[in-house]
């Protein structure tokens, strides 16, 4: 954004109509006419490995697919190289290793504006002396599109991202969440089979973010445009993908459906990338199957694992602090293990099993945090510090209280130990 508006200082004046652009025509498709998806839309990176100045290895035998019309998201920090990774599959990049495969024919040597892709970056790459229609009817014109054709595809593209009757403004005059709607009518202007988007709306504030990431779906869904998407934004990631990627130092930690990989995640940086997590030591008793009977302070608890752990081998046990209990006994004081009243689910039973939890132990409370529909406590267990998210309407501790703690049964991730 701030680059368009720099750059538009030194533009020359220029007349705002479509039919005055004189742009290069590289690729055509010979009939004046917008063309229409020739495959189904299905992207894939096959074993791709690129390293910068032959020092840094930003990505090593990474794979990752999308099928046709899906909504795939490259979740990391800084430097994980998902950034690397979708200019590779734009073909700004090449890779050193590996191939990109679009609907099964290998385009890894097919030059970035012969993919049949649509690309919008962060700073959106608009063109500050063209107008909104000029700007999304660029890529038409690349492709030797019809005037009429042209005009009416331009029409159609702002009425989808919310931007009629802005034909003849500049970028310029143009907000940072309308700057981002034009870069996206623009990518989809031709009717790519994959839809690229890399941090799209990471200059914008949340709550703009997270309207125009509701349209981007609802758009993406309207066109069934294949899409890869990158962010660093957890909550962005949840809610737009069909599937989730996350990745860290050039390669991919764990794939699949979004609330799968925060409610099973593979390692300890998967769990607390994805959210806060409570963690304690845990060691392996016996094992059946993908079946492992664990002890954590001295407490045996179930959980099931597809990760090689063999019996007497430590691990680390994960929880979420949703799903983190508090107990203590009806009436007054604090309880062993039975008898418990459940603070913050208004559980009350005489036995663990009635109440569905795994104690696993006795905590103090060292702080209550209000954070709007839920309060956090801050618990210390012996030095270590764990978290429960609980609803106000039960909520009868003090700070310095002493509590029994235990998660729902069924939702301890057991991975290895860090």
């Given at each position: 954004m701030t680059?368009?508006?720099?750059a538009?200082?030194?533009e ?7 039919s005055?652009?004189d742009?290069?025509?590289?690729v055509?498709d010979?009939?004046g006419?917008i063309a229409k998806r020739?495959?189904s ?6 074993g ?8 840094h290895?930003?990505?090593?035998n ?8 899906e ?6 920090p800084?430097g ?6 979708l200019?590779?599959i734009?073909?700004l990049?090449?890779p050193h290793?590996?191939?990109?495969v ?10 970035a ?13 608009l063109?500050?002396h063209?107008?909104?229609?000029d700007?999304v009817?660029?890529p038409?014109h690349?492709?030797n599109v019809s005037?009429r054709?042209?005009?009416r595809?331009?029409e159609?593209?702002l009425g989808?991202?919310g ?5 003849d403004?500049?970028p310029?005059q143009?907000s ?5 709607r034009?870069a996206?009518a623009r990518?989809l202007?031709?009717?790519?089979r994959?839809l ?6 990471g ?7 997270q309207?125009?990431g509701r349209e981007?779906?609802k758009?993406?869904r ?8 990158v962010t ?6 949840f809610?737009?993908?069909?599937q989730?990627v996350v ?5 991919i930690?764990q794939?699949?459906k979004p609330?799968?990989l925060?409610e099973?995640p593979?390692?300890?940086?998967v ?11 845990g060691?392996v008793?016996?094992r059946q199957?993908?079946r492992?009977?664990v002890?954590v302070?001295g ?10 752990l063999a019996s007497?081998g ?6 979420r602090?949703e799903r983190?209990?508090i107990?203590c ?7 062993s293990?039975t008898?418990?009243?459940c603070i913050?689910g ?9 109440l ?12 209550r945090?209000?954070l709007?529909?839920?309060?956090r406590?801050v618990l210390?267990?012996?030095g270590v510090?764990?978290?429960?998210d609980?609803?106000?309407d ?5 700070i310095?209280q002493r509590v ?9 991730v057991?991975?290895?130990e860090?």
């Amino acid at each position: 954004m701030t680059a368009a508006r720099g750059a538009l200082k030194d533009e020359r004046k220029g007349d705002n109509t479509m039919s005055k652009i004189d742009l290069p025509k590289k690729v055509t498709d010979g009939s004046g006419n917008i063309a229409k998806r020739t495959g189904s839309g299905q992207i894939s990176a096959e074993g791709i490995s690129y390293t910068y100045e032959k020092k840094h290895l930003a990505l090593n035998n990474v794979t990752v697919s999308a099928n046709a019309s899906e909504f795939v998201t490259l979740l990391g920090p800084s430097g994980s190289g998902k950034s690397s990774l979708l200019r590779i599959i734009a073909g700004l990049m090449m890779p050193h290793c590996g191939r990109i495969v679009l609907d099964g024919r290998d385009i890894t040597d097919v030059p970035a504006q012969k993919r049949d892709m649509g690309v919008v970056f962060q700073n959106y790459a608009l063109f500050p002396h063209l107008s909104v229609a000029d700007n999304v009817a660029f890529p038409l014109h690349m492709r030797n599109v019809s005037k009429r054709d042209c005009l009416r595809r331009v029409e159609e593209m702002l009425g989808l991202v919310g931007l009629e009757g802005m034909n003849d403004r500049r970028p310029g005059q143009l907000s940072g969440g309308q700057q981002q709607r034009v870069a996206l009518a623009r990518a989809l202007a031709h009717r790519p089979r994959v839809l690229l988007l890399d941090e799209p709306l990471g200059a914008l504030d949340r709550r703009l973010r997270q309207r125009l990431g509701r349209e981007l779906r609802k758009i993406q869904r309207e066109t069934g445009t294949t899409t890869v998407y990158v962010t660093h934004d957890q909550e962005e990631a949840f809610y737009l993908s069909d599937q989730l990627v996350v990745m860290s130092n050039g390669r991919i930690n764990q794939s699949g459906k979004p609330q799968e990989l925060y409610e099973q995640p593979s390692d300890l940086f998967v769990a607390e990338f994805l959210g806060d997590t409570n963690r304690l030591p845990g060691t392996v008793v016996t094992r059946q199957g993908t079946r492992l009977d664990v002890t954590v302070n001295g407490r045996h608890i179930q959980c099931d694992t597809t990760l090689d752990l063999a019996s007497g081998g430590s691990v680390t046990c994960l929880f979420r602090p949703e799903r983190t209990r508090i107990g203590c006994k009806v009436g007054h004081g604090v309880s062993s293990n039975t008898v418990q009243k459940c603070i913050g689910g208004s559980r009350v039973a005489t036995s663990d099993a009635a109440l569905g939890i795994y104690w696993l132990g006795e905590a103090v409370i060292q702080d209550r945090l209000s954070l709007g529909s839920f309060v956090r406590l801050v618990l210390d267990a012996n030095g270590v510090t764990l978290h429960a998210d609980l609803e106000n309407d039960d909520l009868v501790v003090e700070i310095g209280q002493r509590v029994n703690y235990g998660c729902d049964e069924g939702k301890i991730v057991v991975v290895k130990e860090s």
